[in-house]
Structure formats: C-alpha cells, structure tokens
C-alpha cells in the first residue's frame, strides 16, 4: 500500500508561481499513474492532471499552459509545476495514485492535502 504526503501550498499573488511535491512511501511509483487533484470551499474534488508511467500527460482544460506534472522516479516523488496562478486556483490540492500504468479509471490513493490560496 502506498502513503503520499503533500507539501508546497501556499499563499500567493495571483500571477505567482508554486511547485507542489509528492513524496510516496510504501511503494515505487514508476509503474502508477500519478495525478493531482483539488477541492476548492463547497465545491467537489475535481482532476488537474494526471501522469501515467509512459510519461503521458493530460490536464484539465483550466490549468493547461500554465500548470506541468513531473516525476521523479528515482526519488519516488511526484511534482505539480504551477504558474500564472489565478484566484480560482485555490483549493487543497491531493496527490493521487493508481497502482496501474494508465489513468483510466478511478484512483485508490490520496495524500492529505495542501492548500494553496491565491488573492
């Protein structure tokens, strides 16, 4: 079974830029697919962007262009590269993973979250 911790949220002005990591315990990540996640206040989780293990990458139309997902698999860490933030990127945004190499399909594992907020 696999453990994820977030960490990198923080408070930023809107055009800023943050880089969000994932560190997995438990398990190498090289044969998941990976994604992050978010909940912005009162509304659902919804899906940023996903990475499977062939290095395919797909992102939600919002954050296209401005946000990137990277892996590390040496160091089991899975990274959200963030820029030009606006303010409707606030949330707690979650790793997640899923212990198969396409992202078809739902996910069994999430971390605990990090908050980002932009103003």
């Known amino acids: 079974q696999v453990q994820l911790v977030e960490s990198g949220g923080a408070s930023v002005q809107a055009g800023g830029s943050l880089r969000l990591s994932c560190v997995a315990s438990?398990?190498?990540?090289?044969?998941?697919?990976m994604g992050w996640f978010r909940q912005a206040p009162e509304k659902g989780r919804e899906r940023v962007a996903t990475l499977a293990s062939d290095g395919s990458a797909l992102y939600d139309i919002s954050v296209r262009g401005r946000f990137t997902i990277a892996r590390d698999n040496a160091n089991n860490t899975l990274y959200l590269h963030m820029k030009n933030l606006k303010p409707k990127d606030t949330a707690i945004y979650y790793c997640?993973?899923?212990?198969?190499?396409?992202?078809?399909?739902?996910?069994?594992?999430y971390g605990q979250g990090t908050q980002v907020t932009v103003s």
């Open positions: 997640a993973a899923r212990p198969v190499p396409t992202c078809r399909g739902s996910f069994g594992y």
């Open positions: 438990g398990d190498t990540i090289g044969r998941y697919c």
